[in-house]
C-alpha cells in the first residue's frame, strides 16, 4: 500500500547549525514530492516541493534531494533560525483518476532551534 | 488577501450532534480537498472534490458528508458525532494542473 516514512520524529538543533529530515515511500508512481511546515495553531504551508524529473531544488536556505531509485526524498536547512522551529511534514503525490492527486504524508518532524 | 479559509476556529459539541465546517477558496482553483489531522499529528486525506465532483472519498464514515456548491466551496457536515472525531479538521485547494496543495487554517473539533 502507499506508505511514506518520515524520520527523525524530533530534530534538535543549535542556532546555525544544519538540519536535515528524510522520508522514503513506497509507490514508484509518486512524482511530485512537496515538504510543509506547520507552525503551532496553523495550518500546513508549502515551503518547497520537487518533482521526478528533477534531482535536487534549492531555494534559500532549503533545499531538497531526490532519489527516484531508492525511493528516497530529503529537507535540509542551512544556517537554521529559531522561527524555523515547527513541524515539518513530507508527502508524496500520487495522480488519482485523471482530475486530482492524492498526498500520502509523512508522519512530521519536530524541530526545535535553539538560541 | 488569496488563500483558504475556514470557518469556524474551533467547534466544541457534545456526543451525539450534528455539526458542519465551512471551506472557501478565492485562489481560483479546481480542487478541493478535506485532512483530518488527529492528536499525533497525522495527516490523513478524507475527500476530495474536483468541479464540484467527489473525486476521493477515503473510508470515511457515512456521518460525514462534503458537499461543494461551487468550485470556491467545500463544507462538511459531519452527523451523530463521537468522540473518536475530535481532531483538527484542514480544507485544502489546488489547480487540477498543478499538485501544490494549498492549507486552510483548520477546524479544532472537540467533542465531548
Known sequence: GENVEQHPSTLSVQEGDSAVIKCTYSDSASNYFPWYKQELGKGPQLII?????????????IAVTLNKTAKHFSLHITETQPEDSAVYFCAASIRYGGATNKLIFGTGTLLAVQP | DTAVSQTPKYLVTQ???DKSIK???????DTMYWY???????LKIMFSYNNKELIINETVPNRFSPKSPDKAHLNLHINSLELGDSAVYFCASSHQTNNE????????????
Open chain 2, 36 to 42: 483530518k489531522q488527529d492528536s499525533k499529528k497525522f
Open chain 2, 101 to 112: 496543495q494549498f492549507f486552510g487554517p483548520g477546524t479544532r473539533l472537540t467533542v465531548l
Open chain 1, 49 to 61: 516541493d520537487i518533482r521526478s524529473n528533477v534531482g535536487e531544488k534549492k531555494d534559500q536556505r
Open chain 2, 15 to 17: 456526543m451525539g450532534n
Open chain 2, 23 to 29: 471551506c472557501e477558496q478565492n485562489l481560483g482553483h
